[in-house]
């Protein structure tokens, strides 16, 4: 245990080398073992075979004769499947004179033994047995060299090689693992990232490591409550300051019914009434950001719902919404926040266009689907992920007649989840913006 422990707090790059190392080393003992047991295994091939060979090249050199027939020698190499040479004091010829396995240097390098034979040695390489004849007298005195090529047939892989062979991809595996264990708390993290992407931000992620990356989780999860510190904190104090300016803004509004009627007093009323429509927004945003949503489900008739909304609002805009719809049946859902949901889209998309405003209510695989569309000027691409943050305005100048505070869609958002729906926003620049809703078909 004490072990372990003080393994888990060593760095990581110091476990990693410690396990690449230990790897490598132990793959190469393995790989080496490996090749002493084939050899082991093999030389007996060869201590059996050396004598049998130096015979067979003693009667290879009475057949080519003194002096040397080349002839018949170059028939023995071709029919037998050997290279000759044979090099004197005044001759030097090979059967395959272009072959590296008969090169002089390498054949008078060669380690040769000697054999029970007379007149004769053998030496061996990886590929290949030599067998050194000295044949002739005087001045035909000569060394004839036959060598045959160590055939698959005389090669045995014993038992013990295989199971040390087959340790080797067992070690790679363990090693693999091992690293991955380093590594493991990553994917933990990249799930704990997620979340907080959600805004689950109460998320926490367990800490197991006293290492590097246990540090960064105790880090992350650090980050996350202090971040959602920090929300809280605004979210408080901009409720507080909503609910402070609600009493002068009702003072304010009671001193312009004493103003006389005036183009000034219903300027007045109008901003009044803006900044009173904008701290509503406020606190309905605010209560349905919280973990503790409350909703007032009803069972509604969608359908009646957007005509009666659809009608309203055609009183003021000279008929240009046309809605759509199909029969659907009652759906439990909150209807003060529907009608707040679909006014602020229905009023944004006839505020950034000039033509007809398309509302259509349809049923699909068991979910409803409500799309609003204009055919306006349209939102960069760039643009559309954010227009469900809280004040955010694709006007960089956010002036007041190019559009809201940037808490309609932002709100409009809150209600679709709260109702545990998809909002979705398609715009085309010069084509216009179509806002999707989906929402499950709870009768």
């Known amino acids: 245990m004490i072990v372990l422990n003080w393994l888990n707090r060593m760095p990581l790059m110091l476990r990693l080398l410690i396990i690449f190392v230990t790897t490598c080393f132990i793959l190469l003992s393995l790989m080496i073992t490996g090749v002493h047991l084939i050899a082991d295994k093999n030389s007996d091939n060869w201590e059996g075979f050396e004598n049998i060979f130096a015979d067979y090249g003693q009667l290879l050199a009475s057949r080519i004769g003194t002096p040397s027939d080349y002839n018949v020698a170059q028939d023995l190499a071709t029919n037998l499947m050997f290279n000759i040479s044979i090099v004197g004091p005044n001759e030097t010829w090979h059967s395959q004179p272009k072959s590296r396995k008969h090169d002089m240097e390498r054949l008078i390098e060669l380690k040769y033994d000697e054999s029970s034979t007379q007149n004769a040695s053998v030496a061996r390489t990886r590929g290949n047995y030599y067998v050194r004849i000295l044949a002739g007298e005087g001045e035909n005195k000569r060394f004839i060299y036959i060598s045959k090529r160590r055939e698959f047939v005389d090669f045995n892989m014993p038992i013990s090689a295989i199971l040390v062979f087959l340790l080797i991809p067992v070690v790679l595996y363990l090693s693999y693992r091992l690293t991955k264990s380093l590594f493991a708390p990553i994917k933990t993290l990249q799930a704990a990232s997620l979340e907080y992407a959600k805004g689950n931000l109460t998320h926490q992620v367990e800490i197991k490591r006293d290492d590097e990356l246990g540090n960064l989780t105790q880090v992350m999860n650090s980050m996350a409550q202090q971040i959602d510190k920090m929300l809280q ?20 509004k009671l001193a312009t019914e004493l103003l006389e009627h005036d183009p000034q007093q219903v300027s007045l009323r109008r901003d009044i009434q803006e900044m009173e429509n904008l ?59 529907m009608r707040l949901l679909f006014r602020n889209l229905i009023m944004n998309a006839l505020q950034h266009s000039k033509s007809l405003v398309t509302v259509s209510l349809s049923k699909h695989d068991g979910e409803i689907q409500v799309s609003v569309q204009d055919k306006g000027v349209g939102i960069e691409s760039e643009h559309i992920p954010h227009l469900i943050q809280a004040f ?19 709100l409009c958002y809150l209600i679709v989840q709260a109702h545990s729906g998809q909002f979705n926003i398609e715009s085309e620049l010069g084509q216009g913006t179509k806002v999707l809703i989906h929402l499950d078909y709870t009768e």
């Not at 919280?290 to 909703?295: A, G, P, S």
């Open 233 to 252: 904190a605004k979210r408080q104090m901009l409720l507080a300051i909503s609910h402070e300016l609600r009493t002068p803004l009702t003072r304010m």
């Open 392 to 410: 955010y305005r694709v006007d960089d100048a956010r002036q007041r007649k190019t559009g809201g505070y940037g808490l309609g869609l932002y």
């Open 279 to 337: 701290i509503n927004e406020i606190l309905e945003s605010e209560r349905l950001n919280t973990n503790h949503k409350v909703l007032n489900l009803e069972k509604i008739q969608l359908d009646e719902l957007l005509n009666e909304l659809t009608l309203e609002l055609n009183l003021n805009f000279d008929d240009r919404i046309i809605f759509e719809s199909h029969d659907i049946k009652g759906m439990s859902l909150d209807p003060a926040r």
